[in-house]
């Protein structure tokens, strides 16, 4: 069993360390950025609320939160969530929506054709937001979903 598959009763454990080395690599002003945004979800991940929390890491202001802290903030968020320390950001060019980041496991990151379907889904999935935003805008509902 590698050092990424500790089982875990708690996975903030494991995510306490995770926050120290960040706190030790990364700037100051950074690391109090990273955490004013994963505070709230890692609250909320403890107290098994995290379906009712709503947040994103890309608010369209190119000026909020720089790219390299969307990532770490995206891997704590996975580290707090699968309690493996294995997690990599990886980006997919994907034909319909352009790059897409996304949060993946190590073995799965190293493998093309598994990243190969995770872009057919993303693909899917952006087919069926399109056509039911195309029907919302007939009927008169709000399309900003």
Known sequence: ???SEIPQDDG????DVYLDLLRIRMDTEDYRLLMRVV???LQAIDEERLSSLDFALDSGRDDELPQEIR???AL???TAVTGR??????ELDVDDTGPVRIVTDASTA???????EIADYIKE???QTEELRGIAEVSGLPTDF
């Open 85 to 90: 320390l294995d997690n990599e950001v990886i």
């Open 110 to 116: 190293s493998d093309p054709i598994r990243l190969s």
């Open 12 to 15: 903030r454990p494991v995510v």
């Open 125 to 127: 999935r952006h087919r």
């Open 39 to 41: 505070e709230p979800v």
């Open 76 to 78: 704590v968020i996975a």
């Open 1 to 3: 069993m590698s050092d």
């Open 71 to 73: 990532d770490e903030v």
